[in-house]
């Protein structure tokens, strides 16, 4: 019997390893997420919430789309230009400000929303925005110290984790 007893202590993960596994598991729901995206839709993830955006705000210039999607203007940039060679989204100068340019959905763009899978945004932040305050709050000061031991680059932050995977 000791050595049953020993045998279980010693198969059961040590908190670290429980937790890693935690994250890989959100780490690959994200990923299986963003493939079924890809496979169903015929585009990435970051690309797809541009669209719902775009789709939900007619008119919307690059600057509100980076801040929609939190992320680096020159990132919404480039993201915009591949749709627009994609025939999904168009740019046209509408204001009076001739610098601002206006993204509307164009129908090929409203067909790839169609064909793809809920939800747009990707299903981490679908289910970040599901959680009561305080559980955000937990985590965000959870992933803080996280990232401080890491001592990862926060700049990263505004990289979608599409673009990454």
Same mark, same amino acid.
């Given at each position: 019997m000791?050595?049953?007893?020993?045998t279980d202590t010693a198969a059961a993960p040590v908190p670290a390893t429980r937790v890693? $596994?935690?994250?890989? +598991? !959100?780490?690959?729901?994200?990923k299986s997420h963003f493939r079924q995206v890809e496979r169903e839709a015929g585009v990435g993830g970051a690309q797809l919430w541009a669209? &719902?955006?775009?789709?939900?705000?007619?008119?919307?210039g690059v600057?509100?789309? #980076? $801040?929609?999607?939190?992320?680096?203007?020159?990132? #919404?940039?480039?993201?915009?230009? #591949?749709? +627009?060679? $994609?025939?999904? !989204?168009? &740019?046209g100068r509408e204001s009076l400000d001739r $610098? =601002? !340019?206006?993204?509307?959905?164009?129908?090929?763009?409203?067909? !790839?929303l169609k064909a793809a899978p809920m939800p747009f945004t990707g299903v981490l932040p679908d289910a970040l925005s599901s959680?009561?305050? #305080? =559980?955000? &709050?937990r985590l965000e000061q959870d992933l803080?110290?996280? +990232?401080?031991a890491l001592e990862a680059d926060e700049s990263a932050a505004s990289v979608m984790m599409s673009q990454q995977m």
């Amino acid at each position: 019997m000791p050595d049953q007893i020993q045998t279980d202590t010693a198969a059961a993960p040590v908190p670290a390893t429980r937790v890693l $596994r935690q994250f890989r +598991i !959100v780490f690959n729901a994200v990923k299986s997420h963003f493939r079924q995206v890809e496979r169903e839709a015929g585009v990435g993830g970051a690309q797809l919430w541009a669209l &719902a955006v775009i789709q939900r705000t007619p008119g919307i210039g690059v600057t509100e789309l #980076a $801040r929609e999607l939190d992320i680096h203007q020159s990132t #919404a940039s480039n993201l915009t230009r #591949a749709l +627009i060679e $994609r025939g999904l !989204v168009s &740019a046209g100068r509408e204001s009076l400000d001739r $610098r =601002t !340019v206006a993204l509307r959905l164009l129908p090929p763009g409203e067909d !790839v929303l169609k064909a793809a899978p809920m939800p747009f945004t990707g299903v981490l932040p679908d289910a970040l925005s599901s959680l009561d305050p #305080a =559980t955000l &709050a937990r985590l965000e000061q959870d992933l803080g110290a996280l +990232i401080t031991a890491l001592e990862a680059d926060e700049s990263a932050a505004s990289v979608m984790m599409s673009q990454q995977m």
